[in-house]
């Protein structure tokens, strides 16, 4: 089991940043996969960030250059850092971590944080 406490959304004006964090219940060496989805209204959730296997990375084209996935392995914690807002990154921010046990594979989400661009 895993439980995943996020923070540090609000509201910014276009153009400006926030630092979300996502703090893990379990040691994130154990866990294989871990990021951040999105889902604006009316929108299918999506990816935005991830670490996969190792330290590799993953982002959305629509962050590229803007955002920046990090982690704390000493504080069990990944953080989102976003630049640059624009009103279409208003959406609820949630944290994933996935947990391969054999072959199955465990999905586990944060409560969410809302992220309002808006001038």
């Known amino acids: 089991q895993v439980q995943l406490v996020e923070s540090g959304g609000g509201l910014v004006q276009p153009g400006g940043s926030l630092r979300l964090s996502c703090t893990s219940s379990?040691?994130?060496?154990?866990?294989?996969?871990m990021g951040w989805y999105r889902q604006a209204p009316g929108k299918q959730r999506e990816l935005v960030a991830a670490?996969?296997?190792?330290?590799?990375?993953n982002y959305a084209d629509s962050v590229k250059g803007r955002f920046t996935i990090s982690r704390d392995n000493a504080k069990n914690t990944v953080y989102l850092r976003m630049n640059s807002l624009k009103p279409e990154d208003t959406a609820v921010y949630y944290c994933n971590a996935v947990v391969v046990a054999g072959r199955v594979e465990y999905d586990y989400w944060g409560q969410g944080t809302q992220v309002t661009v808006s001038s």
């Open positions: 379990r040691n994130i060496f154990s866990i294989n996969a």
């Open positions: 670490f996969t296997s190792g330290s590799n990375t």
